[in-house]
Nanobody, 123 residues
Framework: QVQLVESGGGLVQAGGSLSLSCAAS????????MAWFRQAPGKEREYVAT???????YYQASVKGRFTISRDNARNTVSLLMNSLKLEDTAVYYC?????????????????WGQGTQVTVSS
């Protein structure tokens, strides 16, 4: 059983930066794909970025070039650095994990989730 705990959310002005972190515990971090999803009020949960055990990354088109996902396998952590934040980035951000290889963007493909952290971008 893997537990995921996010931290680092908050309020930031448009154009600013914020860094999220996710700490994994209670299970095997090795080999697992890690991802960040987000859910805005009234909208479905959507994929933001994912990173494989070896460091291969994928990004949603709307965040590519602005967000950077990274992981520290020795510390069992994954991070999301968000630059040039926009109003539409406001959402609850979730850390998620899955076994297996390949790119997956559907929430149903991930079996462990954190509780979420709020990111609010103001004008």
């Amino acid at each position: 059983q893997v537990q995921l705990v996010e931290s680092g959310g908050g309020l930031v002005q448009a154009g600013g930066s914020l860094s999220l972190s996710c700490a994994a515990s209670g299970g095997t971090f090795s080999g697992r794909v890690m991802a960040w999803f987000r859910q805005a009020p009234g909208k479905e949960r959507e994929y933001v970025a994912t990173i494989s055990w070896s460091g291969v990354t994928y990004y949603q088109a709307s965040v590519k070039g602005r967000f950077t996902i990274s992981r520290d396998n020795a510390r069992n952590t994954v991070s999301l650095l968000m630059n040039s934040l926009k109003l539409e980035d406001t959402a609850v951000y979730y850390c998620a994990s899955r076994n297996g290889a390949g790119f997956r963007s559907r929430p149903g493909d991930y079996d462990y989730w954190g509780q979420g952290t709020q990111v609010t971008v103001s004008s």
